[in-house]
């Protein structure tokens, strides 16, 4: 290739996957950052295989040895000069754990992100630089911390200010908690969403974290995916950002939707988040297998929807049934043992 139409960061992560199908389907040439290691061939290999089998085209797939931690994101010149080529950067790459050390959430995703803005402000014909950030706008609490979540929240700040210092038209994507597909569940991420269902399928769930309205607002990866291809083509979308959920119900509901369809007990015993950010922190998160961070993605507030909302419209995508969704992706992940299955 000697240009391309988009370069991704994260295009081997969960969001990733299914984003480079959507890209390459629609003609796009597209690279991805593959970190500079001996199973790069082998990741990029498997990678065109998953895109072929979800009507992508693997042709329109090139990888660019690298890593988000290194200047110039540790690519060669070549490799470098071909990805400034790209009129559309998508930004998804991050380090995502509970317990993620401080300095790597400040490499990885601070650094890692201010660097993939600097590469976008220095490209030859960028029309877009997207960025995945996250729904929670507020820093998690001492009770809750979470580097993961202030990481990139931190990130999202600083690829603005880059963005406007430099005239980089930038669209921001802040989405939900992010589920499986939402025609069969298949998910290759197994932390979040799926630690809840998991607690809840062996029984180690005995109460519902928050008050009536606390929900975890879900997005589906694959309503996401086709989201983030096709935002970048509106030109109404340059300098937006977008809050990117459905319309999930109250996680005591949530739960007993999921509960029905696994075939277990619902919990019903509501705690408030600091009473039960202090339980799992006394040890009941080894039982539970839940993290006091996973409490950070808890919210009562109402998000701003409404602009997303019209996109969705403009790009003719519509709201999954999130009652269906929920019982889709918990019925993939106990089948499969809340283990990754092969891609």
Do not use: C
């Amino acid at each position: 290739m000697k240009r391309i139409d988009a370069f991704v960061t994260g295009g081997t992560g969960f969001i990733g996957r299914w984003l480079l199908p959507e890209l390459t389907g629609g003609g796009r040439r597209v690279a991805v950052l593959l970190r500079d290691n001996p199973d790069g061939r082998h990741r990029l290999a498997e990678l065109r295989e998953w895109v072929e089998a979800r009507g992508g085209r693997s042709d329109l797939l090139h990888g660019l040895a690298g890593d988000l931690t290194r200047d110039d994101l540790g690519m060669d010149p070549a490799d470098l000069a071909l990805a400034r080529t790209a009129s559309q950067v998508f930004h998804l790459g991050a380090a995502m754990s509970f317990g993620l050390p401080a300095e790597q959430a400040r490499q990885v995703n601070v650094r890692g992100s201010e660097r993939v803005a600097e590469l976008a402000a220095s490209g030859s014909s960028l029309d877009r630089l997207v960025l995945v950030s996250g729904f929670q706008h507020r820093r998690s609490s001492k009770l809750a911390t979470s580097r993961y979540h202030d990481s990139k929240l931190t990130a999202d700040a600083r690829v603005r200010d880059i963005a406007e210092a430099t005239g980089v038209p930038l669209t921001r994507v802040h989405p939900a908690s992010v589920t499986g597909d939402s025609r069969t569940g298949q998910t290759s991420q197994f932390w979040g969403w799926p630690d809840l269902v998991q607690a809840l399928h062996r029984g180690r769930l005995p109460i519902v974290p928050g008050v009536r309205d606390h929900r975890l607002p879900l997005v589906a990866v694959d309503h996401l995916a086709k989201f983030l291809a096709g935002a970048p083509e509106l030109a109404e979308t340059a300098g937006g950002q977008y809050w990117l959920l459905h319309d999930t119900p109250p996680l005591a509901d949530l739960l007993r939707i999921v509960a029905d369809e696994l075939g277990v007990a619902t919990p019903r015993l509501r705690v408030p988040i600091p009473l039960a950010a202090m339980s799992l922190q006394a040890g009941l998160d080894r039982w539970t297998g839940i993290s006091a961070e996973a409490l950070t993605f808890l919210t009562a507030q109402d998000l701003p929807v409404a602009e997303a909302r019209r996109v969705e419209s403009t790009l003719g995508l519509t709201q999954p049934d999130v009652a269906e969704l929920a019982r889709v992706t918990a019925r993939f992940l106990a089948d499969h043992g809340f283990r990754p299955a092969a891609s």
